[in-house]
């Protein structure tokens, strides 16, 4: 079965700091696709990075890095440096292409993210 | 400007009135998608559609209908709404499950 966990439920540190959300996937594909998504207090979903199976090179993106490990099967976000607007609930997810084309999207609970000032 | 709306962004019922929460896509997407957001539970997919006409269920379709007449509409019924069917729901559209989902900002449903 197709599983995406993040253990972390909350996680509060304070500005400046550096700070990891953890997210470990189970499935049996060999292709599939992982992505995490920014949920703010307002109540949106922003996209914020997309990986597909094939690659496993470490992104980077301003203060926000991701850690992606098949043998271990996660996709770790490092917020480098947090601010305070980076407070949010953030969500790690997992698609994959069934036969016949069908499509499945699975979300992980999320782990909500306090910055103090 | 590329977006998803739905309507209405807020609602609360009684169970059993009928209701029909409405999704529209203006990026000419195939692959649209309602999930339902619950505390503790992150998101569930409800239905998703992979082009006109073709739908399936995601993984909480019970008590939800979905219809996709056009490309760009993907509207989300609750023939008959239960209290456990309060919760914060979110369309979504994308090319397919390989690229990110642009999602809508969501309607909080309460049924009392």
């Known amino acids: 079965a197709q599983k995406v966990t993040q253990a972390q439920t909350e996680i509060s540190v304070v500005e400046k700091e550096d700070v990891t959300l953890d997210c470990v996937y189970e499935?049996?594909?060999?292709?599939?696709?992982l992505f995490w998504y920014k949920q703010p207090p307002s109540g949106e979903l922003v996209f914020l990075i997309r990986?597909?199976?094939?690659?496993?090179q470490n992104e980077i993106s301003g203060r926000y890095s991701w850690n992606f490990q098949k043998s271990t099967s996660s996709f770790n976000f490092t917020i480098t440096a947090s601010q305070v607007v980076d407070s949010a609930v953030y969500f790690c997810?997992?698609?994959?292409?069934?036969?016949?084309?069908?499509?499945?999207?699975?979300f992980g609970q999320g782990t909500r993210l306090t910055i103090n000032p | 400007e590329a977006q998803v709306t739905q309507n209405p962004r807020y609602l609360i019922t009684v169970t059993g009135k009928k209701l029909t929460v409405t999704c529209s896509q203006n990026?000419?997407?195939?692959?649209m998608s309602w999930y339902r957001q619950d505390p503790g539970l992150g998101l569930r997919q409800i239905y998703y559609?992979?082009?006109?006409?073709?739908?399936d269920k995601g993984d909480v379709p019970e008590g939800y209908k979905v219809s996709r007449k056009e490309k760009r509409n993907f509207p989300l019924i609750l023939e008959s709404p239960s209290p456990n069917q309060t919760s914060l729901y979110f369309c979504?559209?994308?090319?397919?499950?390989?690229?990110?989902?642009?999602f809508g900002p969501g309607t909080r449903l309460t049924v009392t």
């Open positions: 979504a559209s994308s090319p397919g499950l390989r690229y990110e989902q642009y």
């Open positions: 499935t049996r594909d060999t292709t599939y696709y």
């Open positions: 990986r597909n199976s094939f690659d496993e």
């Open positions: 997810a997992l698609s994959r292409e069934l036969v016949q084309g069908a499509q499945k999207l699975v």
């Open positions: 990026m000419n997407h195939e692959y």
């Open positions: 559609s992979m082009n006109v006409e073709v739908t």
